[in-house]
Nanobody, 121 residues
């Protein structure tokens, strides 16, 4: 698995927006998908959205549907998570990882450093 690097987090007020980036250092001809996860203090890490890089199909969990959008820039090997209408409950560390498509199961036991998102009320 090629290491993925997350960036773009920050502190915003409720209702604000952020765009997170998940960059791969090199292209890999993988059959797998890329997903965003988040973990708030005291909570389990949970999948938020995933994308199939080959056909662009996306999946977003109900709790963020309509506010979060996952997309990709294939030329730059980057997957984005556009987050609009942020709420305090979106506060978490966000991670990206390669997963088996149609699941949030990671293909390797590896997490990057993540990027912190903090939403104030």
């Amino acid at each position: 698995q090629v290491p993925l690097m997350e960036s773009g987090g920050g502190s915003v007020q409720a209702g604000g927006s952020l765009r997170l980036s998940c960059a791969a250092s090199e292209y890999t001809a993988s059959d797998n998908c890329i997903a965003w996860f988040r973990q708030a203090p005291g909570n389990f890490r949970m999948g938020v959205a995933r994308i199939n890089p080959r056909d662009g199909n996306t999946y977003v969990v109900n709790s963020v549907k309509g506010r979060f959008t996952i997309s990709q820039d294939s030329a730059n090997n980057t997957v984005y998570l556009q987050m609009n209408g942020l709420k305090p409950e979106d506060t978490a560390m966000y991670y990206c990882a390669e997963v088996y498509c149609r699941t949030f199961s990671r293909t390797a036991n590896y997490w990057g450093q993540g990027t912190q998102v903090t939403v104030s009320s």
